[in-house]
């Protein structure tokens, strides 16, 4: 994945900071900007995973942390909601003076309703979708428990949120109770995705309902099932992303795609960043990586890991050709495959090219009713597909450059 820090300023001239993935393609088809949860930051399980996710349906991201939190300047105790929505806003105009002009806004618990009153207020926006928010914003005030009453007595308190102490000032409560989210939503004339898990213990799923109520169409409810509210989980928070990712394709303007065009049988195509590569075999698109060890993202299989799939979907492919033209009762094969390279161990009269050799491991399950004698005539024919005769072969290459 491509991916660059940036930082801008807001209407404060705060410095806030923040991190554009970028897809693999050079020219992403759409830009969103991405809000983090209360008292969160930009590198949360949840927003890392829904930006990888949507990258890779070629949407840019910018996930930032708001005023005073993670990597951002200033002091988060004089914040309130509303500076929020003006550090959205001040998202927005960066990407927009930068980069491109961006049409969707994303938002997480809190930072969902920061989106919504941000996307009110941009006309350049055109989507929205939020994920375990609040239907009002003062509902974050819950987290605040007996302290509240501190808050209102004093005009401040400390108060610990997930293991951390933060000074709430009686502003920010004040701004909260000001905001008035049914009235914005009935209003926003964006489309709408709320996404949210009935498992939500922090924001109760009816929040999901009363938003989605009062918003006009188009607008659109996805269950998260059996996801936390932060989407610890790596795998709830890139199935947020591409549900995103695809639901919103639907409401903002899609240029025409720079698609790879396979000039013979495979064409592939890499930048200078990284090891994700696209491959164009025929009319169908694929995405081969290296593990995070090697440096990697590990979008998609390795070339070995591609070069055993080949070996094995051709293996099981000739052996049912081979079964049903005989007739025989193949219900399944299972072939499991791993690949390596040995030294010989006598190398004498062989050149240096010689000295290392090609091993495949090929385990093959036959599922169905077969004697041993049809068993074995299968494992003979195992080793006559045509991936295998050609790894076998000794090929000849033809490399030149155009």
Same mark, same amino acid.
């Given at each position: ?32 900007? &991405? ?40 002091? &988060? ?66 987290? &605040? ?33 000001? @905001? ?9 004339? @964006? ?16 929040? !999901?309902? @009363?938003?989605?109520?009062? !918003?006009?169409?188009?607008?659109? &409810? ?17 199935? !947020? ?19 790879? @065009? ?61 079964? $049903? ?15 390596? $390279? ?46 295998? $005769? ?13």
């Amino acid at each position: 994945m491509n991916r660059q820090k940036v930082s801008f300023k807001n209407n404060k001239g705060i410095v806030l900071a923040g991190v554009i993935e970028f897809p693999l393609s050079s020219k992403p088809v759409a830009y969103s900007v &991405f809000s983090h949860a209360f008292t969160g930051s930009k590198n949360l399980t949840a927003a890392k995973h829904i930006a990888r996710a949507m990258t890779l349906q070629g949407i840019a991201v910018l996930r930032f942390d708001f005023t005073g939190l993670g990597n951002s300047e200033g002091d &988060f105790t004089e914040t309130t909601f509303t500076d929020n929505v003006n550090d959205i806003k001040a998202a927005v105009a960066f990407l927009k003076e930068n980069y491109e002009t961006p049409n969707i806004l994303i938002g997480h618990s809190l930072g969902g309703a920061a989106a919504v009153f941000a996307a009110s207020q941009l006309e350049e926006i055109n989507a929205v979708a939020t994920i375990g928010t609040p239907s009002e914003p003062e509902h974050v005030t819950h987290l &605040f428990g007996y302290k509240l009453k501190d808050i209102e007595e004093h005009g401040f308190a400390e108060v610990n949120i997930g293991g951390r102490s933060y000074t709430i000032k009686k502003q920010f409560v004040d701004d909260l109770l000001s @905001k008035n989210m049914y009235e914005v939503i009935r209003n926003l004339n @964006k489309a709408l995705l709320i996404l949210h898990s009935p498992q939500d213990r922090v924001v109760e799923l009816e929040n !999901a309902a @009363k938003i989605y109520h009062a !918003a006009m169409h188009p607008k659109s &409810f996805i269950t998260l099932e059996k996801a936390d509210h932060m989407l610890s989980s790596k795998d709830d928070a890139f199935y !947020a992303g591409n549900v995103i990712s695809t639901w919103v394709k639907r409401y903002i303007p899609l240029p025409e795609k720079d698609e790879l @065009k396979a000039e013979k049988q495979v064409s592939v195509r890499l930048g200078d960043k990284g090891y994700t590569t696209e491959i164009m075999a025929g009319i169908h698109g694929l995405i081969a990586d290296e593990s995070e060890s090697l440096g990697g993202n590990d979008f998609g299989p390795s070339p070995y890991e591609l070069l055993n799939s080949a070996l094995g979907a051709c293996t099981a492919m000739t052996l049912q050709m081979y079964a $049903r033209r005989k007739k025989w009762d193949l219900k399944e094969v299972r072939v499991h495959l791993e690949y390596n $390279r040995s030294y010989k161990e006598d190398c004498e009269g062989c050149s240096e090219s010689e000295k290392r050799l090609d091993h495949f491991d090929k385990c093959i399950e036959l599922v169905g009713d077969l004697d041993d004698v049809q068993k074995k005539r299968l494992l003979e024919i195992a080793d006559r597909c045509p991936v295998h $005769r050609t790894l076998m072969g000794s090929s000849k290459f033809n490399t030149k450059l155009i």
